[in-house]
């Protein structure tokens, strides 16, 4: 997906935000009282603070709400499509997916309704093809907006219908999960009592209230034994996925050996950076591939590692430590994110600013 930044610019800078957003492709949304705006990586505001929402440009379009209505501006800031939405996606493959008086479409980057809004629900495209919700049923449009799978599958637990992974998507026929092809046809069987899509190209699935993992065959590969009706085996990442025994968190491999026993508590999360954090009687660390308890369970909340460092919480406040467990920057923050593009937005006093790695405060 291409994101381009704003090319337009002001000569307004502040200090202290209301709340920050990270940086993704050098610009950050930021909020001033209640409006939003972007600044570059500068601190430039590149586009002023007078949006109802954050700022994030995909495919050289972003999102604004005005007025509780949704329209589009270009990489300059230039409003090119309306605010007369009352909802809409990212742009993605050249089409966003748009709501109006309650059922969904797509418009082009000119704004054009290249499919109309006529569905009950959509999502964005995923791999060439779209949900799309009709008459209570789900099914797959492409960009031309022809019906290219029929709208005849049921909604997931969720209320939704996942896109498609890897070439798959899973679908619920009959109260059952199965796998169909991007032609429609029925690659793995509905025959599970829920399952969700593919990932490395395994996916899990459900039988008989436990969790287990099918390859693309529609073989089990790893036996269902985990968790109850509704979770016990998630995706895998970095070649290890997190499932839960006896109510509690441990990690296999892709051959279902145990690389992390099951002895966390709830909360599961994925590998990130070739760590993932775990929490044991209410209180979080990190372990790592080999099963190792890298970072001991002392901090009262954490999140994943990015960009080498990782934020946590200690007697209700916030800093950031490295792989080692090097308080790198103190604990001093309220509230905090993660590192993106070198710098993490913090919150202190009631303002929002942005600080490097060595955690200093970038005053713009």
């Excluded at 022809?146 to 996942?162: A, F, L, N, Q």
């Excluded at 991007?182 to 829920?194: L, Q, T």
């Excluded at 590969?221 to 509690?248: D, M, P, Q, W």
């Excluded at 919480?313 to 467990?325: A, Q, S, V």
Aim: aromatic share 14%.
């Amino acid at each position: 997906m291409t994101k381009r930044a704003p090319q337009k610019t002001t000569n307004q800078r502040t200090t202290g935000y209301s709340f920050a957003d990270n940086f993704h492709d050098g610009y950050a949304s930021v909020r001033i009282n209640t409006k939003w705006g972007l600044i570059d990586n500068t601190g430039k505001l590149v586009i002023p603070c007078k949006y109802d929402s954050p700022i994030s440009f995909n495919d050289n379009r972003a999102p604004i709400c005005v007025n509780r209505k949704y329209g589009f501006i270009d990489n300059a800031g230039k409003q090119v499509i309306p605010c007369k939405y009352d909802n809409v996606s990212d742009y993605n493959n050249e089409l966003a997916c748009v709501e109006s008086n309650g059922r969904w479409g797509f418009i082009n980057k000119d704004g054009y309704e290249i499919i109309p809004c006529k569905y009950e629900h959509a999502s964005s495209f995923r791999e060439g093809l779209a949900s799309v919700k009709l008459n209570g049923k789900w099914g797959f449009i492409n960009q031309q907006g022809e019906e290219v799978i029929p709208c005849k599958y049921e909604s997931d637990m969720y209320g939704g219908s996942s896109g498609f992974n890897e070439g798959l998507a899973c679908t619920r026929l009959n109260n059952k999960y199965g796998y169909i092809d991007k032609n429609g046809k029925v690659i793995i069987s509905h025959i599970y009592d829920n399952a969700r899509p593919f990932n490395e190209g395994l996916a899990p699935v459900n039988v008989n209230g436990k969790w287990g993992y099918v390859d693309k065959t529609g073989t089990i590969v790893i036996c269902c034994k985990y968790g109850n009706r509704y979770n016990g085996a998630y995706s895998f990442h970095e070649s290890i996925a997190c499932v839960t025994l006896n109510n509690k968190i441990g990690y296999i491999d892709k051959t279902g050996a145990v690389i992390v026993p099951c002895i966390y508590d709830s909360d599961p999360s994925d590998f990130n950076e070739g760590l993932a954090r775990v929490v044991r009687n209410r209180k979080w660390g990190f372990v790592d591939k080999t099963g190792h308890e890298v970072i001991p369970c002392k901090y009262e909340l954490v999140y994943g590692f990015k960009e080498g460092l990782a934020a946590v919480k200690l007697n209700e406040k916030w800093g950031y430590i490295d792989k080692t467990g090097n308080e790198v920057i103190p604990c001093k923050y309220n509230i905090v994110n993660s590192f993106s593009e070198g710098y993490a937005s913090v919150e202190q006093n009631g303002r929002w600013y942005y600080i490097d790695k060595s955690g200093k405060a970038l005053k713009w």
